[in-house]
């Protein structure tokens, strides 16, 4: 059987799940209430603490899912989020519309990664 690593783990979820070399997020989110630009940009950085705190880094991101709460951020999102990695280590990337925990959330990403 191989081994299951949790992390920061609550009675509804685990922010960090290691399964062999795989690293696997809960969705991140930025500040309730700012702009999808300021949340894109938080979203990530809390993205890449918790990579970096499960041996992984922005580098190693196999596949995200973006969800908007309203596709005609989709420009602003992607304006940071382009601007966030090097040339090369785009991801897999669906994107689409969903109705998110709270009405001020803009944008929340889940995201897979490798191990370094």
């Known amino acids: 059987m ?3 690593i949790r992390k920061h783990t609550n009675q509804r979820m ?17 500040v309730a209430g700012t702009s999808v630009a300021e949340q894109t940009a938080e ?3 809390r993205v890449e603490a918790l990579l970096l705190e499960a041996g992984s880094d922005k580098n190693h ?3 995200t899912t973006v969800w908007l ?3 005609k951020d989709f420009a602003e ?7 966030w990695f090097e040339e090369g280590f ?7 519309e969903a109705a998110l ?5 803009k944008v929340e990403l889940l995201v897979t990664a490798a191990v370094k």
């Open 2 to 4: 191989t081994q299951i």
């Open 14 to 30: 685990s922010k960090i799940v290691i399964h062999n070399d795989t690293v696997y997020l809960c969705g991140q989110v930025g």
């Open 43 to 45: 979203a990530l950085r």
């Open 61 to 63: 991101i196999l596949q």
């Open 69 to 71: 709460a309203d596709m």
């Open 77 to 83: 999102m992607n304006a940071v989020w382009d601007a």
């Open 90 to 96: 785009q991801p897999a990337r669906a994107c689409g």
């Open 101 to 105: 925990a709270r009405p001020e959330l």
